[in-house]
């Protein structure tokens, strides 16, 4: 339909949040069986891979192995700006003989976080956890007498004697931003199709956001959505186009 001798206007309301791209399928970490994981250390690389489910060597069905001592690390897409968290849905070894242990470091050994249970009955040492729930673990927040972890990094070690099991822990596995990351939305804009246009929508070409402070969006993906369809990730460095029906349009952007 023909738009002769009038303009149609196009408001542009930004909105901003952030979010992790959705997985197309989650990514399990199950520990070794003994020794170090393979793959390790795993990293946190949005948007392939936003998080990590975490299980033991038993999976999320089976109950992890005897005469195991391995070990897994977690590190984040960036140091600077991101760390690890490990928070443990459920929890449960062979209390008073298997032990679990945690690091804030990337190695094995570096920076023990104390865990509330003593040396077991088989020669573990203490500062384990063995039928208690770590609960949540934040590389380098709330863990008092370790030293630094540059890595920002999370490491643990599971050792079991040679008889009986338990079921072994779930976990989920993400980073957490180091420092609160404020966004600030370019203006709303209105614009017009001009005289004579007979098309129904409009290019609306708006600056990108900027960030306070500066690279705390790393290891994010930028994307929008219009009036909540489907996202479209943003690939401009500096400026992005957005295509706009007619009316009211709010275009809500994510990191």
């Given at each position: 339909m023909k738009k002769s001798n009038f303009h149609i206007t196009v408001s542009m309301a930004i909105l901003w949040a952030f979010a992790c791209a959705p997985l197309i399928a989650q990514t399990n970490v199950n520990m070794a069986a003994n020794g170090a994981t393979l793959g390790s250390p795993f990293q946190i690389a949005p948007p392939a891979t936003c998080f990590f489910n975490f299980y033991d060597s038993g999976g999320p069905v089976f109950n992890y192995n005897n005469s195991a001592d391995a070990n897994v690390t977690f590190v984040p897409s960036n140091p600077a700006t991101h760390r690890i968290q490990v928070s443990f849905s459920a929890f449960g070894l062979e209390a008073g003989f298997d032990a679990f242990y945690i690091y804030n470091s990337n190695t094995v050994g570096t920076n023990q976080v104390p865990g509330?249970?003593?040396?077991?009955?088989?020669?573990?040492?203490?500062?384990?956890?063995?039928?208690?729930?770590?609960?949540?673990?934040?590389?380098?927040t709330g863990i008092a007498a370790v030293g630094a972890n540059a890595a920002e990094a999370l490491t643990f070690r599971l050792r079991t004697d040679n008889s009986f099991t338990?079921?072994?822990?779930?976990?989920?596995?993400?980073?957490?931003?180091?420092i609160n990351c404020n966004m600030t939305a370019p203006n709303n804009q209105t614009v017009f199709t001009g005289a004579g246009s007979n098309s129904c929508f409009?290019?609306?070409?708006?600056?990108?956001?900027?960030?306070?402070?500066?690279?705390?969006?790393?290891?994010?993906?930028?994307?929008?959505?219009?009036?909540?369809?489907?996202?479209?990730?943003?690939?401009?460095?500096?400026?992005?186009?957005?295509?706009?029906?007619?009316?009211?349009?709010?275009?809500?952007?994510?990191?």
């Open positions: 509330p249970q003593g040396a077991t009955f088989t020669g573990f040492p203490a500062g384990n956890w063995q039928n208690i729930n770590p609960g949540t673990i934040t590389a380098n338990a079921a072994g822990w779930s976990a989920i596995v993400r980073q957490v931003p180091i409009v290019n609306v070409n708006t600056l990108l956001p900027t960030f306070l402070p500066g690279g705390c969006q790393a290891g994010y993906q930028l994307q929008y959505r219009i009036n909540g369809g489907i996202p479209t990730i943003v690939l401009d460095p500096v400026t992005t186009n957005i295509s706009a029906p007619v009316g009211l349009n709010v275009v809500t952007w994510e990191l």
